[in-house]
DNA sequence: GAGTGGTCTAGACCACCCG
DNA sequence: GGGTGGTCTAGACCACTCG
């Protein structure tokens, strides 16, 4: 059942089997595992070790535990990606829309005072702003605008965005991008946007501001979100 | 140091101790804890009860770790409060806001479909619906509009709601509240809603539908917030 | 009372990072 | 090479649930 010789934790190979037979109904929705001494056994490693794979997909929310009971498969599987940074053409795709990014400007501009202030710059200070268009199935969803410190990755200049955001160029130039804070809001539409989104001057925008950081607290990238308000809404997982 | 004998866990004892010294700066951003093994021979513990505190920590976006280095305290700590169920008059006080709730009518409806469906319910079945105006220092902010299947709770007709949300009511009742699945639009505000919040029809509105649910996958709550566009934004937290 | 998860121990070996 | 975190073991005792 575990391989012990190919460098994969087995904490990791348990989970990824338990989560196999839930996702393919294995293991159903309301039915207890076996307990954890006889995974133990059946896997042939301790408790502690399969305790520590379940734990990770009770943090998921695909079981809970009851203790004197048992540990038992939810019946509804938490969607935690929702609460993650995701590639925007991965998911586009799992929801069922075809994605498309059209690239509307890449320049080099100063840092105004709010944004030098959220990326921890000077003011003036220079900046990439990346503004993209972003479309499912061809309809405009979204006017995207990323602001990087140009010190921290000149290359971006060069770099097709038609694919991924900025975040994801950073990531794979070695940066460590670990979490994410944005804010949600409710606006209307100014003129510019509206022309974009191909909707009506003070429609309603669910506006984003996001802030991208990487491991010790270091913000790297702030990004402006301008969804448009009837078709597009977040989703998110809110634990107790 | 710790008390072994007062009921509370050790990792729960070393996690509020290791948090209590970075909220009051004894360990300072960027600043490397004691290793895992010193940390054990100070609290009188293995290092795996160590590890288990700091885990949770962790998780929490306090720390983070680097083999071969050490365990590392953010620069930023993730208020993962934000991405979580609490309280509207604690996390309205947290932010210095004096928190206020009118009651505008609580009543028993039949279910839409729309409702129904989202709780799992036959269409027509009796709900209670409570509607209520949250304020902050006085000005209002949301039009706050819970819907709990009758069967499921009749005492919240009876229940005082100006200091608590019904999920809280549940809770107290012995439900294992879980969590909750929310979705937030950009609209823009009918007539009614304007009036109550203060503000202009077709005003931008920041709509949020939230599901409320159990251990087991039970839902038992629906919410409509309709917040005030210009004074409320909802912040939350992405990791990668 | 039998079975379950919750916690904890006292070791062990490894991969990784840095001087 | 020395120190760090990552993983794992083979036990142990406890609190809780349920029939």
Redesign the interface.
Known sequence: MLDKTDGVALYIQIRDTLREQIMTGVLK??EKLPSEDDLAARFGVSR?TVRRGISDLV?M?ML?RRRGVGT?V???H??RDH???TDFFETARAEGFEPEVRLLGKEVVPAKLAIAEALGLQESEPLIRIQTLRLANGVPITLYEEYVPYKLCPMLLTEDMRNRAAWQVLEEQGFA????????????ADARTAALLNIEE?A????KN?II?I????PVELIHCH?H?NL?????????
Do not use: W
């Open positions: 929705p309301g502690m943090d929310g809970y038992i939810s019946q509804f938490l969607e609460n993650r940074l991008i670990k979490f994410a804070v944005q804010r949600l809001e409710a606006r209307l003070d309603p925008i669910l506006f996001r950081y491991e010790d607290g270091t969804n308000g597009y809404s977040s989703k998110m997982t809110l634990v107790r």
